[in-house]
């Protein structure tokens, strides 16, 4: 059974609006969240993280936002560029253990210009 | 900051052939290394976990026998594909973590590895 939930595979979006990807999660262990985006032929590279202890963590155009008791959380890019065209991946992780990350299927996110 | 190399990019080779990758952290010092799995349009399958100077911890259903890590220093880890079949072709990733808990992995650009 999946932990780690993306349930949209793919997303399309303007230029210069708000871009919200979602993850849900089924381990009430998880307390450390994070984003990473994927490039075709590279690794992961990091974005974003949260810790259970906060509801929002925002670095430049990237928010993140926790909502424990619905166990979501959502990724939000804005103004959305064309060079976020990428597979954006959810993780999880039971972080205080200092456990390995527990990824989503991914969602595909097209910016169009 | 935070770079992890991972060494060789792409892997072309016949069956029964092992093969060797490595991943290497060049900024920093990863006490704790891991090594995924991807299939296509799948998500990254933790198969391993290993920390420096002590055995790999495997995930259930990865042969250990098979896929041979070690970690040998605090910026090295190799995992090594024994003989490699069809089955085993897919893309490695490894990636690298600094410190005990909450802190992000950083990730190589993985390794594609096709058996012929």
């Known amino acids: 059974d999946q932990q780690v939930k993306q349930n949209s595979p793919s997303l399309s979006v303007q230029e210069g609006r708000i871009s919200i990807l979602n993850c849900d999660y089924t381990n009430s262990m998880f307390d450390y969240f994070l984003w990473y985006k994927k490039y075709p032929a590279e690794g992961p590279t990091f974005l974003i993280s949260i810790s259970s202890i906060k509801d929002k963590n925002e670095d430049g155009r990237f928010t993140v936002f926790l909502n424990k008791s619905a166990k979501h959380l959502s990724l939000h890019i804005v103004p959305s560029q064309p060079g976020d065209s990428a597979v954006y991946f959810c993780a999880a992780s039971e972080g205080q253990a200092g456990t390995a990350l527990i990824f989503g299927k991914g969602t595909t996110l097209s910016v169009s210009s | 900051g935070a770079v992890v190399s991972q060494h060789p990019s792409r892997v072309i080779c016949k069956s029964g052939t092992s093969v060797k990758i490595e991943c290497r952290s060049l900024?920093?010092?990863?006490?704790?290394m891991f090594w995924y799995r991807q299939f296509p349009k799948q998500s990254l399958m933790l198969m391993a976990t290993s920390n420096e100077g002590s055995k790999a911890t495997y995930e259930q259903g990865v042969e250990k026998d098979k896929f041979l890590i070690n970690h040998a220093s605090l910026t090295l880890s190799t995992l090594t594909v024994t003989s490699a079949h069809p089955e085993d072709s897919s893309f490695y990733i490894c990636?690298?973590?600094?410190?005990?808990?909450?802190?992000?992995?950083?990730f190589g650009d993985g390794t594609r590895l096709s058996i012929l």
């Open positions: 900024d920093f010092q990863a006490t704790t």
């Open positions: 990636s690298a973590r600094a410190g005990p808990s909450y802190q992000p992995q950083h």
